[in-house]
């Protein structure tokens, strides 16, 4: 990894101008002579910096700029203030050089032809991108074996399964071993068989080929397991960046206690060591869940194994999701 | 390729292509039943004028009408994301995503009644007048197709743009005939202004001797120069307005 970033976005804005439309049929005619119009700013000025081989997750609300800022730096949408470099390259300008060593991969869009087999998308890709012969069918191979789909690639791609067509999405958008690799919801609409398979050949596609990765995405299981740093966004800004552990380290209040206890207690017995969150006894299983402060979580326990009939016991993290919340809900309380 | 998936549809197509073809040739000859000449055109110069007009209409079908609509369609739904993230010229993608073969034989039937009335005229043409009519023939096309990206890039500008692909094929009367039917100011429009009527009129013109000026040879050509590099450039310009969809 170099001093030098990768991708390095200093005030970066994009505001949109939307119409306001009002409702009803007097709206629309209204409309034909007097429009509002509303500026909404999609980003608001972020900046940051992403260095060579990084997986940096996306975190953010609907709407909170995600896409749009992938969409800048892909060189697709001209900012309204700052100027991206990514590669060294002002993506705007949307130079040929540049646009071979990077690829933007939409879970909710597609590049393939949809009436024709994958495979004629590939060769598309292989005379628009220049890729050599014998660098084109060792990476075929390669990805074709990874993600197993040998067997589809020649079917029509309208007849694929939302999975076998993300994976063809996959491959058409890496078969020019793009440096920066833009992915945004990838996992989204999967079922969690095919999430762990794409998860796991973006880990192995960033181990082998010391890819730079921004991914966006809404199942916290993916930033999770791909991602060290993560940076959150909402309403546009960016409301932290740093490693997922520093998130769980500043935002988490609480960590989750799980007993199984050998026989009845009562929930005012828990109650003094911390907040019940579940609580379930039918006669011949007791358990209960206690949220109990992050620091003193050990002490915690060692008190209730103490006092209490406990058989197991465990300490966790809370769900990354919960934190996440936390981290906007405490955004928006400041504002 | 995508269209070959589809057979009945492409047999439809040309089925429909080859009825335009027939139906403009009948009309000529419906027109010249009480006529000998046209505004100083006869019936098979005339019959020159409609097959240079055949073979660029044909050409138009199969390659602009798609493809406009697949960009102004890409610009609505977002599809024009995946043209501008390739490492080729856009304008040449848009441009050449969507290739019809079903006007193909409208285009052979123009050609063999262009080639064949021409031996019929017993016109004599020397290879610089053969080169001179392919350049003119060529910038015809160059012409329309800035023309028709102009109005497509509006769709850049606007919420919803849907009928800006029906503009320049309402222009496809113009250039079915030669330009001396045309007085007053509309001639004025469609020769200097926007001389679309000399599209198929000067080739016509060189074809069948008529020697059209040269100064209006050179201002077509400026003119197509003209109006394709103000094409590349309004759509650098505009592409600016692109929101795509979502995010």
């Not at chain 1, 949307?94 to 087999?117: H, Y």
Request: proline share 3%; charged share 20%; glycine share 6%.
């Amino acid at each position: 990894m170099t001093d030098t970033p990768l991708i390095s976005v200093k005030n970066l804005s994009k505001h949109f101008k939307v119409y306001k439309k009002q409702p009803g049929l007097w709206g629309s005619i209204k409309s034909l002579w007097h429009r509002e119009y509303e500026t909404v700013k999609a980003v608001d000025g972020i900046s940051f910096d992403i260095h060579e081989g990084e997986i940096v997750g996306f975190i953010g609300m609907n709407g909170a700029g995600k896409t749009t800022t992938l969409k800048m730096l892909s060189g697709l949408l001209y900012p309204t203030t700052g100027t991206p470099s990514v590669l060294g390259y002002n993506p705007w300008e949307r130079k040929a050089a540049f646009q071979k060593q990077f690829a933007l991969v939409m879970g909710q869009k597609n590049q393939l032809w949809w009436d024709l087999p994958a495979i004629e998308t590939f060769h598309l890709n292989k005379a628009i991108y220049e890729i050599p012969d014998e660098q084109f069918e060792k990476t075929l191979n390669k990805l074709v074996k990874l993600l197993d789909v040998e067997d589809i690639i020649q079917i029509q791609v309208r007849k694929l399964s939302l999975g076998q067509r993300m994976k063809c999405e996959l491959i058409a958008a890496l078969l020019h071993n793009p440096k920066v690799l833009f992915l945004d919801e990838p996992t989204i609409g999967l079922d969690v068989v095919m999430q762990k398979t794409l998860r796991d050949f973006i880990k192995a596609y960033n181990k082998e080929f010391g890819a730079t990765i921004i991914l966006t995405s809404h199942y916290m299981d993916d930033v999770k397991e791909l991602c060290e740093r993560a940076i959150i966004i909402d309403h546009g800004k960016k409301i932290f960046d740093g490693k997922l552990q520093d998130i769980i380290d500043k935002y988490a209040r609480n960590k989750i206690l799980s007993l199984v206890f050998s026989k009845s207690v009562t929930k005012k017995d828990l109650a003094a060591f911390g907040t019940v969150k579940e609580f379930s006894e039918d006669g011949t299983h007791y358990t209960a869940t206690l949220l109990v402060a992050r620091k003193e979580a050990a002490t915690t326990a060692s008190k209730v194994l103490s006092k209490l009939p406990v058989v197991d016991v465990t300490i966790e993290e809370p769900p990354i999701e919960a934190i996440i919340r936390e981290v906007f809900s405490k955004e928006k309380a400041k504002k | 390729m995508r269209m070959m998936e589809y057979r009945t549809d492409f047999v439809f197509w040309l089925v429909v292509s080859l009825m335009w073809t027939g139906f403009n040739y009948f009309f000529i000859s419906l027109i010249f039943g009480k006529s000998t000449n046209v505004y100083g055109w006869s019936y098979d110069e005339l019959l020159i004028v409609l097959s240079l007009f055949t073979m660029i209409d044909a050409l138009t079908w199969s390659v602009f009408y798609n493809n406009m609509i697949e960009y102004t369609n890409a610009v609505f739904n977002g599809e024009l994301s995946k043209h501008l993230l390739r490492p080729v010229n856009t304008i040449f993608v848009l441009t050449t995503q969507k290739i019809s073969y079903n006007n193909v034989p409208r285009f052979i039937i123009g050609l063999i009644v262009l080639v064949s009335t021409a031996i019929k005229l017993d016109v004599s043409v020397s290879l610089f007048d053969l080169l001179l009519v392919t350049l003119l023939f060529i910038c015809g096309m160059v012409f329309i197709y800035s023309g028709w990206f102009i109005l497509a890039t509006l769709s850049l500008w606007v919420e919803k743009l849907q009928n800006i692909n029906d503009i320049m094929p309402g222009f496809r009367q113009v250039y079915q005939v030669p330009r001396q039917v045309y007085t007053g100011i509309t001639a004025f429009t469609f020769t200097f202004i926007f001389p679309i009527a000399l599209i198929t009129s000067l080739p016509g013109e060189v074809i069948t001797g008529k020697n059209p000026p040269l100064s209006l040879i050179l201002y077509f050509i400026g003119a197509t120069t003209g109006m394709a590099l103000l094409a590349k450039a309004f759509f650098a310009y505009s592409i600016r307005k692109y929101s795509s969809v979502g995010g």
